[in-house]
């Protein structure tokens, strides 16, 4: 939805003339949405992290969003902007940045299950203590 979103906006501005279709490519100050890195796959795994203890405890589920969209959101929208403006290479750029984005989430997620339902389970062998 986010990219639809997104490439909706990108032909508006550009039928208006608030983007340079030969810019998009060679935005230096916005390059880190899609140039993938090491940093690329510890922000989505910090978000999944976050995103699967707010799931799994009594914290505020609101987080999640917040946590994941931070993630994916800028990735899929500057994909779909490329897209629009023929920046093939940073659309695909953009489209693998979204790609780890997505894997280092599912990838935390599934990691806090685990040892979240190895602390359980130890603790079940605990006994109750008289009261």
Do not use: C, H
């Not at 490519?25 to 940093?39: A, H, R, T």
């Not at 780890?100 to 040892?115: E, K, P, Q, R, Y």
Request: proline letters at 2%; aromatic letters at 6%.
């Amino acid at each position: 939805m986010a990219m639809l979103i997104a490439a909706a906006g990108a032909l508006l501005s550009e039928w208006t003339g608030l983007i340079d279709v030969g810019v998009v490519g060679s935005l230096k100050q916005v390059d880190f949405i899609y140039q993938v890195g090491p940093f690329s796959l510890i922000l989505a795994m910090l978000a999944g992290a976050a995103g699967m203890l707010s799931l799994t405890s009594a914290k505020s589920a609101a987080l999640i969003g917040v946590f994941i969209s931070v993630t994916t959101v800028p990735a899929a929208a500057f994909a779909a902007l490329a897209v629009t403006t023929g920046a093939w290479r940073t659309a695909a750029e953009s489209a693998v940045q979204l790609l780890v984005n997505l894997v280092g989430i599912a990838f935390a997620g599934v990691l806090v299950l685990l040892m979240r339902t190895r602390r359980e389970d130890r603790n079940l062998g605990r006994p109750l203590t008289e009261g």
